[in-house]
């Protein structure tokens, strides 16, 4: 098989399905799992693919909510290593907010079986705290959002409103410095925007792809967030810009440059 056909072959796999694994498509194409990386490599660097560690995902319309199943996989270490820096911000009797993003999701995975209030819109993270007896898990219920796994509409949003909400834990599409934090749909925006607007405290878990980002909707400004909570791979004058505006950063270097 010629490399161009090669190409359009996976570009047809990555469109149809929405993501193709390195193993899968050198399985099926026949070729060594180097050769499809140095493709998925080019592809990337084309703009036709997404680039993802094991594999590659479908570029997305930015007005559409990329499914979860898919969203929790990319930059997936990354996200692990921020959901271990944001527990530690975690004490007994918080009353918290979890929004639906997949790095909650995976902060969700690692918080202990503590005396915790846990409000969140996501399914994904209601069934994943299922196994912890001493916390509290509340559903805003709301409007099914099949994509991302959670509730939106204004039931949602009302339902945030009974709560005393010390910490919030979410994420986002896009982080640009001077426009903000932004989202895909109106919807998801201001569910983030009025969780943000009730909790004394606003930690942005966010990896390195994230930043200089601009998505369809901003629903909050930069200074609005309280802590960053970010991977070793994010520049380090980005971060320095958000500590001169008052925001404390913290990033996986950290734990990785002075283990426990």
């Given at each position: 098989m010629?490399?161009v056909?090669?190409?359009r ?11 193709a ?6 399985r099926?194409?026949?070729v ?7 493709d ?10 997404i680039r ?6 479908r570029i997305e ?5 990329i499914p ?9 270490e990354?996200k692990?290593?921020i ?17 639906a ?9 690692v ?5 915790l ?6 399914i994904?993270v209601t ?7 001493r916390?509290?898990v509340?559903?805003?219920?709301g409007?099914?959002?099949?994509p991302?796994?959670?509730?939106i509409?204004s039931?949602?949003?009302?339902a ?13 599409k ?15 925006a ?11 405290r ?9 930043f ?10 930069t ?27 913290e990033?996986?270097r950290?734990?990785?440059e002075?283990?426990?």
């Amino acid at each position: 098989m010629l490399t161009v056909e090669r190409h359009r072959d996976i570009l047809s796999r990555v469109e149809t399905s929405g993501s193709a694994t390195v193993k899968g498509l050198a399985r099926d194409l026949e070729v060594a799992e180097e050769t499809i990386r140095r493709d998925l490599e080019k592809l990337s660097g084309e703009g036709r693919l997404i680039r993802i560690r094991g594999g590659a995902l479908r570029i997305e319309d930015d007005r559409r909510e990329i499914p979860f199943d898919i969203r929790e996989i990319v930059n997936l270490e990354e996200k692990r290593a921020i959901a271990a820096l944001a527990v530690r911000h975690l004490a007994e009797g918080d009353v918290i907010a979890l929004d639906a993003s997949s790095t909650a999701r995976e902060l969700a995975r690692v918080i202990p079986d503590i005396p915790l209030t846990i409000v969140t819109n996501s399914i994904a993270v209601t069934t994943t705290l299922m196994d912890r007896s001493r916390v509290r898990v509340v559903s805003t219920g709301g409007m099914l959002d099949s994509p991302s796994l959670s509730y939106i509409g204004s039931p949602a949003e009302e339902a945030l409103e009974r709560f005393n909400i010390k910490k919030l834990f979410l994420s986002c599409k896009g982080f640009d410095l001077s426009r903000g934090l932004s989202v895909a749909t109106d919807e998801h925006a201001r569910i983030k925007r009025r969780m943000m607007e009730l909790a004394e405290r606003t930690f942005l878990l966010i990896d390195n792809s994230k930043f200089g980002v601009k998505a369809v909707e901003f629903f909050a400004s930069t200074t609005d967030v309280d802590v960053v909570i970010t991977d070793s791979g994010t520049d380090p004058g980005m971060i320095e810009k958000l500590k001169k505006m008052g925001i404390v950063v913290e990033t996986t270097r950290r734990q990785e440059e002075n283990p426990q």
